[in-house]
């Protein structure tokens, strides 16, 4: 911005005094005040406008790296389930939506080779 100290102030004062006279001076302070109010006010509304599309931009990046993220995730587990499953042979069939969740605990109890004694018994 620019410096204006106060003697370089009352110095313009003075010349304007001199060159327009006291009759115009109020106008053309009037006149000024309002220019100068203007371009503040246009100033402050880019410097707005610039921030605001830096924190869009900085929201947008944080969007891509969370997704980016989100997939490296994904893949991750994608590969993890890979190795889970058997290589060969007959898979076991994925337990149906329909059947009762009581049903799906025996049938995965049954298929448990390792049965463990009932508790309270030594």
């Not at 010349?15 to 371009?39: D, F, S, Y």
């Not at 790296?65 to 994904?74: G, K, L, M, T, V």
């Amino acid at each position: 911005m620019i410096e204006i100290s106060f003697g370089k102030l009352v110095l313009l004062a003075l010349v304007a005094l001199i060159v327009l006279g006291p009759e115009k001076l109020p106008h053309a302070a009037r006149t000024a005040g309002a220019l100068l109010r203007r371009v503040r006010t246009g100033w402050d509304s880019v410097r707005a406008e610039v921030e605001r599309e830096l924190q869009v931009e900085e929201i947008r990046t944080q969007a891509r790296e969370a997704a980016a993220r989100a997939q490296a995730a994904q893949a991750e587990l994608d590969e993890t389930l890979r190795k889970m499953r058997p290589t060969g042979g007959a898979q076991a069939p994925a337990p149906n939506a329909a059947e009762p969740a009581a049903t799906v605990a025996e049938t995965t109890a049954e298929a448990d080779p390792v049965k463990e004694p009932p508790h309270g018994s030594a």
